[in-house]
């Protein structure tokens, strides 16, 4: 085995990891990936050692590490953190009812840079953001503020591959959707990255030279309601909406704030490092 398919076997090994929760075992790691059980246990080994999973009680397997606690906040070091970032998602996810995030555009990608959420309402985790662009909300706020010749070339790029039953795979109908978020300035996905999952997000801009600059947004999370029930995403549509536009507000303010670039840990529902 070559170095590099070392590496990307070990990351392959840490994603399943991270998506079973609470603890996933060898066996079923080598299952879901297909690899011969010797194998698993040599990267699940080399990645105990490095402090990127550990192991847990026998009937549990193995769960992450504490390094990627770390790895996570540099990441978001390098991105200016709006001042009361914890607080203002705490309001937002209370308002809404829903769990919340605040996501930084960087180049064509996405980072999370923090969430507020609960057992009861909690927000997806996205591993990987090329190739999920067009179907998540947040990802159709990037996409309708790029220019065609940008955005095609993210589309070239990911393809529009289907994640979930509703996922748009149609440039046409893509660019039809992104035409109405663009007169919305508000974005939707309607359980299109997962099936039972549907997104709202509201655009995060900060003033330029050359005029308002897409920098991020804010979004809420809740289930996939059969004939728009009591919860659905239709059911409380203002209620969401409000709750998203006023934290996207709140936050474009903070940004201007020129100590808005170091962690915020302060005020109800802060988001802690580490």
């Given at each position: 085995?070559?170095a590099l398919s070392s590496v990307h076997r070990a990351l392959?090994?840490?994603?399943?990891?991270?998506?079973?929760?609470?603890?996933?075992?060898?066996?079923?790691?080598?299952?879901?990936?297909?690899?011969?059980?010797?194998?698993?246990?040599?990267?699940?080994?080399?990645?105990?050692?490095?402090?990127?999973?550990?192991?847990?009680?026998?009937?549990?397997?193995?769960?992450?590490?504490?390094?990627?606690?770390?790895?996570?906040?540099?990441?978001?070091?390098?991105?200016?953190?709006?001042?009361?970032?914890?607080?203002?998602?705490?309001?937002?996810?209370?308002?809404?009812?829903?769990?919340?995030?605040?996501?930084?555009?960087?180049?064509?990608?996405?980072?999370?840079?923090?969430?507020?959420?609960?057992?009861?309402?909690?927000?997806?985790?996205?591993?990987?953001?090329?190739?999920?662009?067009?179907?998540?909300?947040?990802?159709?706020?990037?996409?309708?503020?790029?220019?065609?010749?940008?955005?095609?070339?993210?589309?070239?790029?990911?393809?529009?591959?289907?994640?979930?039953?509703?996922?748009?795979?149609?440039?046409?109908?893509?660019?039809?959707?992104?035409?109405?978020?663009?007169?919305?300035?508000?974005?939707?996905?309607?359980?299109?990255?997962?099936?039972?999952?549907?997104?709202?997000?509201?655009?995060?801009?900060?003033?330029?030279?050359?005029?308002?600059?897409?920098?991020?947004?804010?979004?809420?999370?809740?289930?996939?309601?059969?004939?728009?029930?009591?919860?659905?995403?239709?059911?409380?549509?203002?209620?969401?909406?409000?709750?998203?536009?006023?934290?996207?507000?709140?936050?474009?303010?903070?940004?201007?704030?020129?100590?808005?670039?170091?962690?915020?840990?302060?005020?109800?529902?802060?988001?802690?490092?580490?």
């Amino acid at each position: 085995m070559s170095a590099l398919s070392s590496v990307h076997r070990a990351l392959q090994v840490l994603e399943v990891v991270a998506a079973a929760g609470d603890g996933i075992s060898a066996k079923a790691v080598a299952r879901r990936l297909e690899y011969n059980l010797s194998t698993t246990y040599h990267l699940l080994d080399s990645l105990v050692t490095d402090g990127y999973l550990v192991r847990l009680e026998a009937t549990r397997g193995f769960g992450l590490g504490p390094k990627l606690p770390a790895l996570h906040d540099r990441l978001v070091a390098q991105l200016p953190v709006p001042r009361g970032l914890g607080g203002i998602l705490g309001e937002v996810h209370g308002h809404a009812g829903a769990g919340a995030l605040y996501a930084a555009f960087r180049d064509d990608d996405v980072v999370v840079v923090g969430h507020d959420d609960c057992a009861e309402h909690p927000v997806p985790v996205i591993s990987q953001w090329r190739g999920a662009l067009h179907a998540t909300a947040v990802g159709k706020l990037w996409l309708a503020e790029s220019g065609a010749p940008a955005r095609r070339a993210i589309l070239d790029r990911d393809g529009l591959p289907s994640h979930a039953y509703r996922t748009m795979t149609d440039v046409e109908a893509l660019e039809r959707e992104l035409d109405g978020v663009r007169r919305r300035d508000l974005a939707v996905d309607r359980g299109e990255f997962r099936e039972r999952l549907a997104c709202m997000a509201a655009p995060v801009r900060v003033p330029s030279v050359e005029g308002p600059v897409l920098v991020g947004a804010v979004a809420v999370a809740v289930p996939v309601v059969p004939a728009g029930g009591p919860g659905s995403i239709a059911d409380r549509r203002d209620r969401l909406e409000r709750a998203v536009r006023e934290g996207a507000r709140r936050l474009a303010v903070a940004l201007q704030d020129p100590v808005s670039t170091g962690w915020d840990d302060g005020g109800p529902g802060a988001v802690q490092r580490g």
